[in-house]
């Protein structure tokens, strides 16, 4: 029997069904020859190994993860695209009926609170940094703004 060039520790291209994508894996488990079990090295799921997706995902799926993973091949991800990204999710929290208050330097706001920048469009304060400072997530990532200001010290 040709002995098996892989072993547990060892990087595996694997089918991640979290991810949806064939991505790099650890080897966690080996049985005899074969790979039983794989950490994704992306989401750090342990799962059963696989080469691709199962009999649920259907040719087409499996052909655009070839591909994608050829794209995203090099582990690189943009600073505004996370930045975007993590907004993004955050904007999934805003119920339908949310009118963002727009915003306003003297004006308070509280963490968790949708507002409308003029600039910046909409966003969340993510923190109340000082008396009259925030940082606030927005689609180009998280700036700190002034709020609480009295109009007579502007
Ligand atoms: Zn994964």
Redesign the pocket.
């Known amino acids: 029997m040709a002995p098996l060039s892989l072993g547990p520790g060892d990087d595996v291209d694997a089918w991640?069904g979290?991810?949806l994508m064939v991505?790099n894996h650890r080897i966690i488990a080996v049985v005899g020859s074969q790979i039983k079990k794989v950490e994704?090295l992306?989401?750090h799921?342990i799962h059963a190994y696989k080469s691709e997706p199962g009999a649920k995902a259907t040719r087409e799926m499996s052909g655009r993860s070839v591909a994608d993973r050829g794209k995203n091949s090099v582990g690189r991800v943009p600073r505004t695209s996370r930045a975007e990204n993590e907004w993004s999710v955050i904007m999934t929290e805003m119920q339908p009926e949310t009118q963002p208050r727009s915003y306003n330097i003297t004006k308070s706001y509280m963490v968790a609170e949708f507002i409308e920048h003029p600039k910046f469009g909409v966003g969340r304060v993510m923190e109340i940094t000082g008396a009259e400072k925030m940082v606030v997530i927005f689609k180009d990532g998280r700036k700190t703004l002034l709020c609480n200001r009295v109009a007579a010290t502007i």
């Open positions: 991640c979290k991810c991505m994704c992306t989401c799921a």
